[in-house]
Structure formats: C-alpha cells, structure tokens
C-alpha cells in the first residue's frame, strides 16, 4: 500500500514541529501573547474613571463630584500608568479634568494634564481621550447652555494642538446617559426632571460633540471617534406594552441618530418636536456625519437592563439580552465599527463577568460584526456609582482591577491571562491583507 504524503514529510523533517504542521500548511501566528504596538492590534483597553458631574447636597448647596480625586488619581496618576503598562494593555480610556482645564473662554491650565499625558506618551500607552464626562466646568452652568457647543469646540481644538500626538478621542462620554441623569431623572448638573430639558440637553451635547470632532479633525484628519454610549434597554412584562416603554426603547438611540444623521421614528420625531428641537436644527444634523474614522463604541452593565413586572415594579435584567444581542441593534442600526468601550460588576465573580463579556465579543466577531476593542472598566475601584453619584456617601465600588490601595483584585489575574490568550489577534480577522504592513502574515486567525 502506498505511503501517506505525511508519512514522507515526517520522514523528511524528522517529527512534528515544522512549517505546515503547527499553522496548517501555512506561517502565521495564532493570535496568542502580550498585546503588541502595531496599528492592527486588536485595542485592548482599562480606563481611569473620571466622572464629574454636580449635584445637589441635602443642605442645597451644589458640589463636585470628581471621580479622579475622589478615587486618588491626582495624587497616585503615575502609578495608575504603570499599572496599565505592567497588566500588558496598551489602550487607555483616560478623560482630561474638563472642569479644571478649561478656566474660561481661551483660558486653560495644562498643568496636570501635561504631566499625565508626557507619562503616558513615555510608556507607550495610547490614550481614547475623553473630553467631557458627565459634567461642565462651573462657568459654563450646565447641558441647557446653547453656547456650549462653541465652548466646548473651542477647547477640543485646544487638546489636539497641544497634543499632536493623539488620535483616538471620545468628544463626549455617554451623551444618552449624561442628558437623561442631568434633565429627565434630576440628578446632576441642572438636576431637571422635564422632557423639554431632556431634549435641550439633548440638541447641546450631540452639537458639543459634532462641532469638537470638527475641530480635532482640524489637526488630525485621521482622528479616530470612539463613541461611547450605554447599551440599553427596558423588558416589559404586560400583556399591553405601554406607549410610554416603547418611546423609551427608541429614546436610548436619539443620541447616535443626531450624532450619526440617521432618520427618528415618527413618534420620536413628533416627541422631540413637541420639546424644542426645531425643523431647521433637525435638518442641521442630519446634512451628514462629522468627520474622522467613526467607532459605536457600546457600554454594557447587566444594570443597563431593564424588567417592569405586570405591578410596575423595575428590576435588574442582567444578562437578559446581553451585549451581544443589544449591541447587535445598535450596529444594525448604524453599520459601524464597534467597540466593548465599559463594563464590570459591583457583586458577584467579576473574573466570570470578564469572560463572558469576552464570549459576547468572540461571538460578535464571528458573526461578522467589527468588534474593534474591549474595555474593562475601570483600572481602579470606583466610589458611590451604586447610587448613581447622587449622594457623596464614599462606598467603595469594588469594580476595578485594582482597589483603592492600588492592589490587584482577582479580575486583574483574569484579564492578564485574557491577554496572554488573545493579545495579538487582530482589528479585523484577516485585516493585514488589506493594508499595506510588514507585519507577519496571520491568516490562521480567525478570533
């Protein structure tokens, strides 16, 4: 009986372990090890929580809460960097303080902003800029101010001309979020409770964000816009869905269809018009996209999830849909690259968590949808966000890779040995064959 060709090949080789044996007939990598520098890298990221909203004190005062001192970052930011480079990331969410930065019109303070971003360009970690996050400074007032969009555009250009050397942004965080808690639920900034304040809150941050991709596009025409926006949405269990909950479920997209100049429902339409989005304002945003590569970056807590029960009770609805299945929405909706921008848990195993957010990735991928990146966050615990930052209470949120001490938490270990698994697969499945790049050919890969 003939010789198998393998048979031969052995033979020849002397065993195992030789091109065409480990990768299939082909060279390559699979996929496996630290995250590397190359532009293809799939963007593995953590995030420096940097929340600064206003609220309301129980004596009605108004008073900051700022997340990066509040979580000791002013005082431990260049360990927080090191942290970042010693897990093996090289992709940082990271928001500049907008509220101590920006003084006043063409009044800046680089100070701090400098040192963290010389450290940061120093270790080679690549920061999503964030600009705005859940707050304004104390000059501006709050999200009902029409002129905050020229403000903030004006101070967007100020980052990107001095620091060149930047090109992933995220203009403004979570618009959704961040006009919903400040003018539909009252709970920062202008603490408003009325839906013409949601929708001029609405028109203010999704023209701030237009008009400051203008503006770093100015100086970086290849500028990448992560936008990150909670993954929402609300299950109600009646027999007759209320009018109420269905406009609610199409709310949670106004946000990107403005961003993005995609048309609304007619019933969204006739609700934002009823609250003062004017036709010429409407027509304004939907003449196009802003400028730069455009990412739908999706944050996903199972508190995103919503249940009503028949007696109107809400409940958590963790893991109903998930991130794979509303996100799947969102991009079929849009057609854009996605990226996990959030996620982490306040109880439970958060190693288990990781990984599951990390299926719901896989999943995507192989569906054929651009999953571009995975975000846990954030890189250190957090305070108060179980109760929305309404009430300076000072409970530590134990959501971080490290806690407050700066010390691994077990999903640290977790993310590490994600890492080491699938650090180097890239952007697109197969992307290196469509640009031009000395890279190592990974054509096994398939993650």
């Given at each position: 009986?003939?010789?198998?060709?393998?048979?031969?090949?052995?033979?020849?080789?002397?065993?195992?372990?030789?091109?065409?044996?480990?990768?299939?007939?082909?060279?390559?990598?699979?996929?496996?090890?630290?995250?590397?520098?190359?532009?293809?890298?799939?963007?593995?990221?953590?995030?420096?929580?940097?929340?600064?909203?206003?609220?309301?004190?129980?004596?009605?005062?108004?008073?900051?809460?700022?997340?990066?001192?509040?979580?000791?970052?002013?005082?431990?930011?260049?360990?927080?960097?090191?942290?970042?480079?010693?897990?093996?990331?090289?992709?940082?969410?990271?928001?500049?303080?907008?509220?101590?930065?920006?003084?006043?019109?063409?009044?800046?303070?680089?100070?701090?902003?400098?040192?963290?971003?010389?450290?940061?360009?120093?270790?080679?970690?690549?920061?999503?800029?964030?600009?705005?996050?859940?707050?304004?400074?104390?000059?501006?007032?709050?999200?009902?101010?029409?002129?905050?969009?020229?403000?903030?555009?004006?101070?967007?250009?100020?980052?990107?001309?001095?620091?060149?050397?930047?090109?992933?942004?995220?203009?403004?965080?979570?618009?959704?979020?961040?006009?919903?808690?400040?003018?539909?639920?009252?709970?920062?900034?202008?603490?408003?409770?009325?839906?013409?304040?949601?929708?001029?809150?609405?028109?203010?941050?999704?023209?701030?964000?237009?008009?400051?991709?203008?503006?770093?596009?100015?100086?970086?025409?290849?500028?990448?816009?992560?936008?990150?926006?909670?993954?929402?949405?609300?299950?109600?269990?009646?027999?007759?869905p209320s009018d109420e909950v269905k406009l609610e479920n199409k709310l949670r997209f106004v946000s990107l269809d403005l961003l993005y100049a995609?048309?609304?429902?007619?019933?969204?339409?006739?609700?934002?018009?009823?609250?003062?989005?004017?036709?010429?304002?409407?027509?304004?945003?939907?003449?196009?996209?802003?400028?730069?590569?455009?990412?739908?970056?999706?944050?996903?807590?199972?508190?995103?999830?919503?249940?009503?029960?028949?007696?109107?009770?809400?409940?958590?609805?963790?893991?109903?849909?998930?991130?794979?299945?509303?996100?799947?929405?969102?991009?079929?909706?849009?057609?854009?690259?996605?990226?996990?921008?959030?996620?982490?848990?306040?109880?439970?195993?958060?190693?288990?968590?990781?990984?599951?957010?990390?299926?719901?990735?896989?999943?995507?991928?192989?569906?054929?949808?651009?999953?571009?990146?995975?975000?846990?966050?954030?890189?250190?615990?957090?305070?108060?966000?179980?109760?929305?930052?309404?009430?300076?209470?000072?409970?530590?949120?134990?959501?971080?890779?490290?806690?407050?001490?700066?010390?691994?938490?077990?999903?640290?270990?977790?993310?590490?040995?994600?890492?080491?698994?699938?650090?180097?697969?890239?952007?697109?499945?197969?992307?290196?064959?469509?640009?031009?790049?000395?890279?190592?050919?990974?054509?096994?890969?398939?993650?």
């Amino acid at each position: 009986m003939p010789k198998s060709f393998l048979d031969i090949i052995k033979k020849s080789h002397g065993g195992g372990d030789y091109a065409g044996d480990q990768h299939g007939g082909g060279s390559g990598l699979d996929g496996s090890g630290l995250p590397a520098s190359y532009a293809g890298n799939f963007l593995f990221a953590t995030g420096i929580e940097c929340s600064y909203p206003t609220i309301k004190a129980k004596n009605g005062r108004t008073i900051r809460r700022d997340l990066l001192e509040e979580c000791g970052h002013y005082e431990h930011w260049k360990t927080d960097l090191a942290l970042v480079k010693e897990l093996g990331l090289r992709v940082l969410r990271y928001g500049l303080p907008l509220h101590l930065t920006h003084l006043g019109p063409g009044k800046y303070d680089w100070d701090f902003a400098d040192r963290v971003m010389a450290e940061m360009r120093r270790l080679d970690i690549t920061p999503i800029l964030d600009l705005m996050h859940f707050g304004v400074p104390d000059w501006l007032g709050d999200f009902q101010n029409p002129e905050l969009p020229l403000h903030f555009a004006a101070y967007a250009e100020a980052v990107a001309q001095r620091y060149p050397w930047v090109r992933y942004y995220t203009p403004v965080n979570e618009i959704y979020v961040t006009v919903r808690s400040s003018a539909k639920d009252g709970v920062w900034n202008e603490c408003l409770k009325t839906d013409r304040a949601f929708v001029i809150a609405m028109k203010n941050c999704v023209a701030a964000s237009i008009l400051a991709t203008h503006s770093i596009a100015k100086h970086r025409p290849d500028c990448v816009i992560v936008q990150s926006e909670s993954a929402e949405y609300t299950h109600e269990l009646r027999a007759t869905p209320s009018d109420e909950v269905k406009l609610e479920n199409k709310l949670r997209f106004v946000s990107l269809d403005l961003l993005y100049a995609h048309p609304f429902d007619s019933d969204v339409c006739f609700y934002l018009m009823d609250n003062g989005l004017t036709r010429e304002e409407y027509n304004w945003f939907m003449a196009g996209e802003p400028p730069g590569y455009q990412i739908m970056g999706n944050d996903y807590y199972g508190r995103n999830e919503h249940i009503i029960l028949p007696d109107g009770t809400m409940c958590e609805g963790e893991d109903v849909l998930g991130w794979y299945q509303i996100t799947k929405a969102y991009y079929e909706r849009y057609k854009k690259p996605v990226m996990h921008t959030e996620t982490n848990v306040f109880d439970g195993d958060a190693s288990i968590w990781l990984w599951k957010q990390w299926i719901n990735v896989l999943k995507m991928r192989c569906d054929g949808v651009p999953v571009l990146g995975f975000t846990w966050y954030s890189l250190i615990d957090q305070v108060d966000w179980d109760v929305q930052l309404a009430e300076k209470r000072g409970g530590v949120n134990p959501c971080g890779l490290f806690d407050l001490n700066r010390k691994p938490r077990p999903v640290a270990k977790a993310y590490r040995q994600l890492l080491e698994e699938f650090g180097q697969i890239t952007i697109v499945p197969h992307g290196e064959v469509f640009e031009v790049t000395d890279q190592p050919a990974r054509l096994k890969v398939e993650i």
